[in-house]
Nanobody
Framework: QVQVLESGGGLVQAGGSLRLTCVFS????????MGWFRQAAGKEREFIAA????????YNPDAVRGRFTISRGGRKNTVYLQMNSLKPEDTAVYYC?????????????????WGQGIQVTVSS
């Protein structure tokens, strides 16, 4: 059974930083793309960043603007999202996902496995 577990969310003041962690377990695929998405209240889900197994990264420049970094942990089933210079508009539920097709896509529909999401709240 595949499990996707996010951690590291919480409440932070504007200008602060958080690092989200996502751990995948039970995946049988040898290679997969790991992605981060978010959904703010009343808005559609938004792509943030993706990391292909090869190490190639893709970012949503409108959402990230150079403030967020996706990276892989020492264990290849772990992915991080380092978020710096956080703003109130970054407040959302953040989701981690895996794309076993390795498309490296920005589209949520191409991802196969999702975590439950973790709340990030940025106060002004």
């Amino acid at each position: 059974q595949v499990q996707v577990l996010e951690s590291g969310g919480g409440l932070v003041q504007a200008g602060g930083s958080l690092r989200l962690t996502c751990v995948f377990s039970g995946l049988t695929a040898d290679r997969y793309t790991m992605g981060w998405f978010r959904q703010a209240a009343g808005k559609e889900r938004e792509f943030i960043a993706a990391l292909r197994w090869s190490g190639v990264t893709t970012y949503n420049p409108d959402a990230v603007r150079g403030r967020f970094t996706i990276s892989r942990g020492g264990r290849k089933n772990t992915v991080y999202l380092q978020m710096n210079s956080l703003k109130p508009e970054d407040t959302a539920v953040y989701y981690c996902a895996a794309d076993i097709g390795e498309l490296g896509s920005t589209l949520g529909s191409t991802y196969d496995y999702w975590g439950q999401g973790i709340q990030v709240t940025v106060s002004s």
